[in-house]
């Protein structure tokens, strides 16, 4: 997990703690932050066109 996905489930969870944010809305927040936390490099890989290593 990068700090940005961490930090977001900081700010959710002091979201939270202060009733900003309902349970649910609160687990469909964390649900949303770790799938596209998790999902980032795998789908930059795909997008991204690999570069050929240089020939000596």
């Given at each position: 997990m990068n700090t940005?996905?961490?930090?977001e489930l900081?700010?959710?969870n002091?979201?939270?703690d202060l009733g900003v944010l309902s349970p649910k809305l609160f687990?469909?927040?964390v649900l949303m932050a770790l799938v596209t936390t998790?999902?980032?490099s795998p789908?930059?890989?795909?997008?991204k066109p690999k570069t050929a290593t240089p020939a000596p």
């Amino acid at each position: 997990m990068n700090t940005r996905g961490l930090m977001e489930l900081i700010v959710l969870n002091v979201g939270l703690d202060l009733g900003v944010l309902s349970p649910k809305l609160f687990a469909m927040l964390v649900l949303m932050a770790l799938v596209t936390t998790f999902l980032t490099s795998p789908l930059l890989d795909l997008v991204k066109p690999k570069t050929a290593t240089p020939a000596p």
